[in-house]
Structure formats: structure tokens, C-alpha cells
């Protein structure tokens, strides 16, 4: 499984950005799916995660604000973000966990996302 993250970027307090997450492979349906983030120097924490039935769960931090959905014809997970705050300033990851034991061993490379004040 190789995974494409995008959708980055810059924006200011209260705004919104949708990440994407595309995947290679034929059995993507089959994974539960992450996104995580991490800032320099702290370790790289879940935000979100989306089994492949569906069922989803969320960091305490952005529940109610963060949305994870997957399209499993495009083999693409996304995590829409509402309401962004400055402390959600990070370096977002997705990654697949294939054995859907919450164990994540394929990752994306990193897109930087920055909340300004």
C-alpha cells in the first residue's frame, strides 16, 4: 500500500481544510484508516480513525470540529476540518492499518497544516 496525503496549507483561526489521503492497491476497503499529527520534538498522536466498516473514533481535541469519511471506490480517506484552532497547527500523517488491530504500519508522507491567529 503506498498512501498520497494532500491538502495542506495555511489558514486563519475558525477556518476550515480537507485533507485527502489516496491509496494504491486493491484491498484499501479492507484497512481501517488514521490520521495523525505531530508537531516537532512531541510524539505523533491519532486524530482520527475510520474502520473499514466505517465506524469511526476521535481525539478528544477535535471531536466535534474534525470529520474522517473514506470513499472506498477511490480508494481515498479524508479528514474535513471545521473550526481550526492555532493548537491544530501540525504535520498531518495517514496511515493503513492492515491487520485492524489499531497497529498503523503504512504511512503517507506528512502535510504540513498551520492555523494562524
Known amino acids: 500500500v503506498q498512501l498520497q496525503a494532500s491538502g495542506g496549507g495555511l489558514v486563519q483561526a475558525g477556518g476550515s481544510l480537507r485533507l485527502s489521503c489516496a491509496a494504491s492497491g486493491r484491498t484499501f476497503s479492507a484497512y481501517r484508516m488514521g490520521w495523525f499529527r505531530q508537531v516537532p520534538e512531541k510524539q505523533r498522536d491519532l486524530v482520527a480513525s475510520?474502520?473499514?466498516?466505517?465506524?469511526?473514533n476521535y481525539a478528544a481535541s477535535v471531536k466535534g470540529r474534525f470529520t474522517i469519511s473514506r470513499d472506498n471506490i477511490k480508494s481515498t480517506v479524508y479528514l474535513q476540518m471545521n473550526n481550526l484552532k492555532p493548537e491544530d497547527t501540525a504535520v498531518y500523517f495517514c496511515?493503513?492499518?492492515?491487520?485492524?488491530?489499531?497497529?498503523?504500519?503504512?504511512w503517507g508522507q506528512g502535510t504540513q497544516v498551520t492555523v494562524s491567529s
Open positions: 496511515a493503513a492499518d492492515r491487520t485492524n488491530t489499531y497497529s498503523f504500519d503504512w
Open positions: 475510520i474502520s473499514s466498516g466505517g465506524s469511526t
